[in-house]
């Protein structure tokens, strides 16, 4: 597992398994070791997942709603944003709304069609986390990171908007 | 003028290395070109039928002569020595080889351009009234807050992949100049009861595939929680504006699917969330922007000096010329000239490198090196003395630039069509040109008068035909050319989407069609009564009568 960039730096070992239904739609979750459940599966069985060994963590497609997750933030160590396609942005409102509006601290990790050209804009919105895609460089990704020194925008990495910080 | 400071600069250079990057990718094969399309998008760079194409960002229609010269000397080292300027006050090449692209934004980028979100999924350049700053009839000057929305859009990371193109205009006088009721948002600026200055926020407006007239979600914004608010509709926006069919996928679907009222709601709901946060914009903030856009140095000059009343008396020409070409301006002794750029035989909104040139000497000799580009693809010269509009006339019209057409029928507002664009359905260039060639008689334009025609060469309408007063759309009939005809449409405060009046046409019969229109509205008018006037008092019938009756 050598394809996770972590708080800048390429993660050697990561226990996380991240469980998507089948096409069924059925959900098999192994019984060992830690796991990422759909929000669905999250909200549908608490026991289930409080009576489990291994540590739960839940991730979040791009239309699903964060303020459903909001109550259980505290207690998750890790959420994942599914990116369907790099071109489907949701996530990045998602990102938003878990660090800024319900305060959430743990890892945001980015999964799905994520790469190098998309790394800054996600951690600007908060992610922390990205799991990239298989066949894409993952040296250069970690790279992108610095594609650039500054922003306009107040986002959750840099609060204060430039035109702020100019005319102070 | 808006100047870069240092930071600005660099965010332009690294986004210039960021494309020389990708582009690198993709030609190493690196980048599928599925990935590489939406990202050259982003950065202004089509693959069109003949070439790629580049648009550069002229940030609402404002050009120093500066940049006019480098775009000319572009035009002429990686083109083919000319350029389009588009209804969205950009400018096209049509001939760069891909390989250059990053170089030709490396130069853009010295003369602090770009052509950052000029395509693509994302907030495009934000447009504003060609005459703002110098217009008698604002209330405020528009471009601070255009400059400051270029900047909140710029590379803004939560809103790089909406769900489509994204377009905001600005408006900050009385009179609608920016066409603010067929954007994504329209910004038209008002006075409250209490005499304060804030925005009418108009959202879901558009013209391609489905033209829609915005509608008001906000009355009244003050200035201060502009960018707030426009973080909340986007964020509304992108959350839950459509992703599974692009023909359904602008916000007026969302906007029509919520209806007015619940997607007003949820903004303000979101909204509740960022008012006054960081993004609130403080007085020094606007100032700041503000000291950008300050009047020059205007001489304190007498309106109609006597040697330019007497040109206008002994030279018809001359004061066609200036009756059509030149408007009012706030400053006693200065008007504003439009050259323009839609003289019969070139394609409209198309100019030379050397024209390029010629317009920034203008500007440097007559003015205060300033230029602006319309949304009607004509060239601006913002303030120039009447006492030189004699000069500035017998130099424009030796390069070409003079036909004293603006406002006219033959001033048609046109997109590259099929001859370059890979999307149209139909030529749109040699249309105009036939309809420029019928109607070169000044004496009957200047007869018919106040006339808009707009021409699209396919649905996405970037010759905004539906609100043309005179409309034409290409369409693609099993493989062949034919245009449809609308009328009554038109932009401004009254904005109103034309209506089809039939059958499409073939090309050859354009001419005539328009012909017929005309010779309606010479029977019908009252007393000075305009084109479109005509169309909304006697409605569509007695026009399709007259161009649908049977011969022989």
């Not at chain 2, 502009?226 to 909340?232: I, K, N, R, V």
Request: hydrophobic share 40%; charged share 25%; net charge negative.
């Amino acid at each position: 597992m050598q394809n996770i960039i972590k708080d800048g730096a390429v993660l050697t070992a990561d226990a996380w398994q991240l469980v998507r239904p089948d096409a069924e739609g059925q959900l098999s979750v192994p019984d060992e070791g830690d796991v990422i459940v759909p929000l669905a599966a999250w909200l549908a069985e608490p026991e289930r997942w409080a009576a489990r060994d291994g540590r739960v963590a839940v991730w979040l497609a791009s239309d699903d709603e964060p303020a459903e997750l909001a109550d259980s933030l505290s207690r998750l160590e890790l959420v994942a944003v599914d990116f369907p396609a790099f071109t489907d942005g949701r996530g990045y409102s998602i990102g938003r709304l878990l660090r800024e509006r319900y305060g959430y601290r743990g890892e945001l990790r980015a999964v799905g069609d994520v790469w190098q050209d998309h790394l800054h804009y996600l951690w600007q919105v908060g992610f922390d986390a990205f799991e990239i895609k298989d066949g894409k460089a993952v040296e250069s990704a970690l790279a992108a990171l610095a594609t650039f020194s500054e922003r306009y925008q107040a986002t959750f990495r840099e609060p204060q908007p430039l035109f702020k910080r100019r005319s102070t | 003028m808006y100047r870069y400071d240092e930071i600005d600069a660099r965010i332009v250079r690294e986004r210039v290395e960021q494309f020389r990057d990708q582009t690198r990718r993709f030609l190493a094969g690196e980048l599928s070109e599925d990935e590489f399309r939406p990202l050259r998008l982003m950065n202004g760079l089509y693959i069109q039928r003949l070439a790629p194409m580049l648009r550069v960002a002229i940030p609402y229609g404002h050009l120093s002569s500066r940049q006019m010269r480098k775009l000319a000397e572009i035009a002429r080292k990686y083109d083919k020595g000319y350029g389009h300027f588009t209804t969205r006050q950009n400018l096209q090449y049509n001939w760069p080889a891909l390989e250059s692209v990053p170089d030709i934004l490396a130069e853009l980028a010295d003369v602090e351009m770009h052509a950052i979100q000029t395509s693509g999924n994302c907030v495009r350049n934000t447009t504003t009234d060609a005459f703002a700053g110098v217009a008698a009839d604002e209330i405020i000057d528009p471009r601070p807050y255009c400059e400051i929305i270029r900047q909140w859009s710029t590379l803004h990371p939560e809103f790089a992949f909406l769900p489509r193109k994204f377009k905001i205009a600005v408006s900050g006088s009385e009179q609608d100049r920016a066409a603010t009721w067929v954007h994504d948002i329209g910004l038209h600026v008002v006075r409250n009861e209490a005499g304060e200055v804030g925005f009418k926020v108009i959202v879901g407006g558009g013209l391609g595939r489905t033209p829609m007239i915005g509608e008001v979600i906000r009355d009244f914004l003050p200035t201060a929680h502009l960018l707030t608010y426009l973080d909340a509709v986007l964020r509304v926006y992108n959350r839950y504006g459509r992703r599974d069919n692009k023909y359904k996928a602008r916000i007026k679907i969302l906007v029509k699917a919520m209806t007015r009222e619940g997607f007003a709601a949820k903004v303000e709901e979101e909204w509740s969330h960022l008012k006054d946060g960081p993004a609130t914009l403080r007085c020094a903030d606007v100032a700041h922007y503000a000291s950008f856009f300050t009047d020059p140095a205007y001489e304190a000059l007498e309106a109609n000096p006597a040697e330019f009343t007497a040109r206008l008396a002994e030279d018809v020409a001359f004061a066609r010329w200036v009756e059509r070409n030149t408007r009012l301006h706030k400053q006693a002794g200065y008007r504003s000239v439009v050259l323009s750029l839609k003289k019969t035989g070139v394609p409209p909104g198309d100019a030379t490198a050397a024209q390029m040139d010629a317009v920034a000497d203008w500007a440097d000799r007559f003015g205060f090196g300033e230029i602006r580009v319309s949304h009607e693809q004509n060239l601006i010269l913002p303030d120039v003395r009447e006492r030189d509009l004699y000069d500035l006339w017998q130099l424009a019209k030796d390069a070409g630039f003079a036909t004293p057409n603006v406002g006219f029928l033959t001033d048609i507002i046109c997109c590259p069509g099929g001859d370059f664009c890979s999307l149209a359905n139909a030529k749109s260039i040699p249309v105009a040109e036939a309809i420029q060639q019928r109607f070169d008689d000044f004496d009957y334009l200047h007869d018919i008068g106040d006339l808009e025609l707009n021409m699209s060469g396919c649905m996405n309408a970037c010759g905004h035909h539906h609100i043309g007063h005179i409309g034409i759309l290409g369409v693609d009939k099993n493989g062949e050319e034919w245009y449809q005809v609308t009328l009554g449409g038109s932009q401004g405060s009254g904005a109103t989407i034309g209506k089809v009046i039939g059958p499409s046409f073939a090309r050859a019969q354009m001419p005539d069609v328009i012909e017929k229109i005309l010779s309606v509205y010479v029977d019908s008018r009252h007393a000075d009564e305009k084109f479109l006037d005509t169309v909304r008092r006697i409605g569509l019938d007695p026009f399709k009568e007259r161009v649908y009756a049977k011969h022989h």
